[in-house]
């Protein structure tokens, strides 16, 4: 069983930047794709980013992209997302989670992800 434990969220003005941490334990990281997605309160959960199990390829939500960058660090199982330039409907509870298949490109939808974190709580507010 793949678990995690997300840190990194909090309260920020519009306009600053957080760093959200995922450390994964339990099975083989780099085997998974990984992904944040979000939660804002009575609102669908919504994607935000992605990558792929290297790395290599990223995907970001045009919300965004050019503000938050997604990043992972095999050797130490974690997968990172840079916010920048916060606003405050990015606002929502943040997950990261994990698609273990073998698939040609990153996916963006939610039933692809299998695991998931507990959720870190982001506020964008002055």
């Known amino acids: 069983q793949l678990q995690f434990v997300e840190s990194g969220g909090g309260l920020v003005q519009p306009g600053g930047s957080l760093r959200l941490s995922c450390a994964a334990s339990?099975?083989?990281?780099?085997?998974?794709?990984m992904g944040w997605f979000r939660q804002a309160p009575g609102k669908e959960r919504e994607f935000v980013a992605a990558?792929?199990?290297?790395?290599?390829?990223?995907y970001y939500a045009d919300v965004v992209k050019g503000r938050f960058t997604i990043s992972r660090d095999n050797a130490k199982n974690t997968v990172y997302l840079q916010m920048n330039s916060l606003k405050p409907e990015d606002t929502a509870v943040y997950y990261c989670?994990?698609?273990?298949?073998?698939?040609?490109?990153?996916?963006?939808?939610?039933?692809?992800?299998?695991?998931w974190g507990q959720g870190t709580q982001v506020t964008v507010s002055s």
């Open positions: 989670a994990a698609d273990g298949a073998q698939r040609p490109s990153i996916q963006v939808g939610i039933p692809f992800y299998g695991y």
């Open positions: 339990g099975r083989t990281f780099s085997n998974y794709a």
């Open positions: 990558l792929s199990r290297n790395g290599g390829k990223t």
